[in-house]
Structures are given as C-alpha cells and as structure tokens.
C-alpha cells in the first residue's frame, strides 16, 4: 500500500521562500502523477501543480512563476518550491498521488501547514 509522508511547512515571512517534500513508498506504477493541493480555511481544496511521471508539468495561475514542482523518481518524491510567497498563499498543503493498475488510484497526504505573514 502506498503512503506519502510531507515535510517542509512553517511560518515564513510574505516574500520568503519555502520547500515542500512528499515521499512516497510502496509499489508505485511506471506512470503515474504526483501533485500539490491546497486548502485554505472556509475555502475549497485546488490545485496547485503537477507533475507527470514523465516530467511533464502543470500549474495554477496564481503560483506560476513563483512555485516550481519536480521529482526524484528513484526516491519516490516530489518537491514544491515556493518563492515569493504572499499571505494569500496560506493554507494546509496536500501532497497527492495518482497510480494506474486496475483502477485509477488516488493518494493524499496528511498535510503541512505552510503560513505567510504580511
């Protein structure tokens, strides 16, 4: 079974940068998507960026630009680079997986706090 463990979140000052990790482990398929999400308080979960396993990449708009995601294959991780961070920015961070056998399989974390103070 797979599981995904985040590291990374904190309190940072608007502008500040920060760097989210997601390890997974488990059986993981060849093709596969890993992803950050994010849920701010009284508000929906969204997306914030993905990443193929081939090394294609998507993202919001309101983080392009600033946040760059990436992978170690070999570690089974996956990076969120955060620059210029705003106070709107705040909110519980979500690391996903999504695997492909049988069915499609969905994975999320358990979440990292990342605050930005003004």
């Known amino acids: 079974q797979v599981q995904l463990v985040e590291s990374g979140g904190g309190l940072v000052q608007a502008g500040g940068s920060l760097r989210l990790s997601c390890a997974a482990s488990?059986?993981?398929?060849?093709?596969?998507?890993m992803g950050w999400y994010r849920q701010a308080p009284g508000k929906q979960r969204e997306l914030v960026a993905t990443?193929?396993?081939?090394?294609?990449?998507n993202y919001a708009d309101s983080v392009k630009g600033r946040f760059t995601i990436s992978r170690d294959n070999p570690k089974k991780t996956v990076y969120l680079q955060m620059n210029s961070l705003k106070p709107e920015d705040t909110a519980v961070y979500y690391c996903?997986?999504?695997?492909?056998?049988?069915?499609?399989?969905?994975?999320w974390g358990q979440g990292t706090q990342v605050t930005v103070s003004s």
């Open positions: 488990g059986s993981i398929s060849s093709f596969n998507v």
């Open positions: 996903n997986l999504k695997t492909y056998g049988l069915w499609v399989n969905d994975h």
């Open positions: 990443i193929t396993s081939s090394g294609t990449t």
